[in-house]
């Protein structure tokens, strides 16, 4: 009798994506994240200001080209893109770490171990943000037909002083909530971990899910702080990304760093 290999092997059992991380673990990320800042600020406030360029282009963009109706869908979704942009970030990082020096040049053109993996990866995000848009239209159109935009000064009194408006600002926090939760799971560790580590980028992303909801607890805490900073920099008329962007950016890489999977022959 023949038995026959499998075609794909068996995931090893034996990853340990559990950490024994304190509740406040976040913080010390963030402190961490804001001592990298502090170490020679220059290139970390550049990209942050980047970022807030970058930002503030396409939401003129968006109003110019009468796609302002998108606009609050699309700074939802970049969250789901920013990980990539912070990639930089992580290189200073990671240098930091290891003693380098850190120039602005490493930072715009990081030696990712993964290669083009990591641009994979920003596809697939920028794919997953172009899905939360449309669907966001498909909610709009679902609750109000087919009738124009009203505008950006009628919006607010129209979501939250009409039934219906109500009924779609909760089916729209409840999907974009389940985007959200989503794209954070297999964006939180793989970007960083594709410029640690020779990975491609499904094998990233679905270690980032399984090490997300493996130490759920702390990671929800994390998820947290990252949007009530981010809804801070919006308030701010998203000025505060110079600052935040490369604040959070660091703090990911020491996040990465305290529950990351060493390289090994079992693969921990």
Same mark, same amino acid.
């Given at each position: ?43 970390? =406030? ?31 979704? #970049?969250?789901? #893109?920013?990980?990539? @942009? ?12 290891? +003693? ?24 697939? =995000? ?16 679902? #609750? ?32 974009? +909530?389940? #985007? ?21 980028? @499904? ?12 130490? =759920? ?52």
């Amino acid at each position: 009798m023949v038995i026959l290999p499998p075609v794909v092997p068996p995931l090893p059992v034996d990853k340990p994506y559990a950490r024994r991380l304190a509740a406040g673990a976040p913080f010390d990320w963030l402190r961490a994240g804001w001592r990298d800042l502090r170490t020679d600020p220059g290139p970390s =406030l550049l990209h942050g200001l980047f970022v807030f360029l970058l930002s503030a282009l396409i939401i003129a963009g968006l109003i110019g080209f009468g796609w302002d109706y998108a606009l609050f869908p699309a700074i939802a979704g #970049f969250l789901v #893109f920013a990980p990539t @942009l912070a990639i930089g970030l992580y290189a200073k990082s990671r240098a930091l770490e290891q +003693g380098k020096p850190v120039s602005l040049r490493q930072m715009l053109l990081p030696q990712a171990a993964a290669g083009g993996q990591v641009l994979f990866t920003g596809a697939l =995000l920028c794919g997953v943000m172009l899905l939360w848009l449309r669907a966001a239209v498909i909610i709009y159109a679902i #609750f109000f037909g087919v009738q124009p935009f009203p505008g950006l000064d009628y919006i607010a009194p129209m979501l939250f002083t009409t039934p219906i408006g109500l009924a779609m600002l909760a089916v729209g926090t409840l999907v974009g +909530g389940l #985007f959200a939760a989503f794209s954070f799971a297999i964006s939180a560790f793989s970007i960083p971990m594709m410029l640690d580590q020779r990975v491609d980028a @499904l094998t990233a992303m679905g270690t980032s899910w399984a090490l997300v909801v493996n130490n =759920l607890r702390v990671m929800l805490v994390w998820a947290a702080i990252v949007l009530a900073l981010f809804l801070l920099s919006v308030v701010s008329g998203l000025l505060g990304l110079v600052i935040v962007f490369p604040w959070l950016g660091h703090a990911t890489w020491h996040a990465y760093r305290a529950v990351r999977l060493t390289p090994g022959p079992h693969g921990a």
